[in-house]
């Protein structure tokens, strides 16, 4: 079945790029998404790209998306204290199906 | 963007009671809403899909009988537990599909259960 990997914590300093990355294994995947969940709160979409896009960007955040190897990545430059948060990868194979999520990777800033 | 809105936000209750949590999205038509659980320190998992009108279509391990979906128009769908036992206690996150263009999704901000 589909299944979503990410490495599980990274810690960065305030001002440095951070570099998330998502491996997923079904190649049938139509959409990939990068959600940024708060202490205590619900998920908030960062981006998405569909799948025959190899990067998009949207002001500091960078997806790429490498399909041969389904790995997705999600750099955030100049990395902020308020980017520290747990970032969920995931993924939709086909259209009119739920997301399967990666268990989340957590972000540390630290100034 | 969509806003998708749960009540309560945070819901705590004895063993044996049961409690119903509301998804709302607030300003279009959600065709789809999916009911998600998710565990401290882990990730969404998927309990149910919910078409208005129809029944609820469960995932595998998730007792139907226990957690009731209704979905009874194309801006509201709830989730009860019943019976809730401290095992129930969990974050449950709502989503909703538009159904339009990119069939995106948008989350509700959660409802944080505790049974005592």
């Known amino acids: 079945g589909e299944d979503v990997e990410q490495s599980l914590f990274l810690s960065v300093r305030e001002g440095d790029s951070s570099v998330i990355n998502c491996t997923y294994t079904?190649?049938?995947?139509?959409?990939l998404y990068w959600y940024k969940q708060e202490p205590g709160a619900g998920l908030q979409l960062l981006t998405y790209?569909?799948?025959?896009?190899d990067m998009k960007q949207d002001q500091r955040l960078t997806v790429l998306l490498n399909k041969k190897d389904k790995h997705l990545s999600l750099r955030i430059a100049d990395t902020q204290t308020g980017d520290s948060a747990i970032y969920f990868c995931a993924e939709k194979a086909q259209a009119g199906t739920a997301l399967i999520f990666g268990k989340g990777t957590t972000l540390s800033v630290s100034s | 963007g969509a806003v998708v809105s749960q009540h309560p936000s945070w819901v705590i209750c004895k063993s044996g009671t049961s409690v119903k949590i509301e998804c709302r999205s607030l300003d279009f038509q959600a065709t789809t809403m999916f009911w998600y659980r998710q565990f401290p320190k882990q990730s969404l998992m998927l309990m149910a899909t919910s078409n208005e009108g129809s029944k609820a279509t469960y995932e595998q391990g998730v007792e139907k009988d226990k957690f009731l979906i209704n979905h009874a128009s194309l801006t509201l769908s709830t989730l009860t537990v019943t019976s809730a036992h401290p095992e129930d206690s969990s974050f449950y996150i709502c989503?909703?599909?538009?159904?339009?263009?990119?069939?995106?999704?948008?989350f509700g901000p959660g409802t944080r259960l505790t049974v005592l």
């Open positions: 079904d190649s049938s995947s139509t959409y």
């Open positions: 790209i569909f799948s025959n896009m």
């Open positions: 989503s909703a599909r538009t159904g339009t263009g990119k069939n995106e999704q948008f």
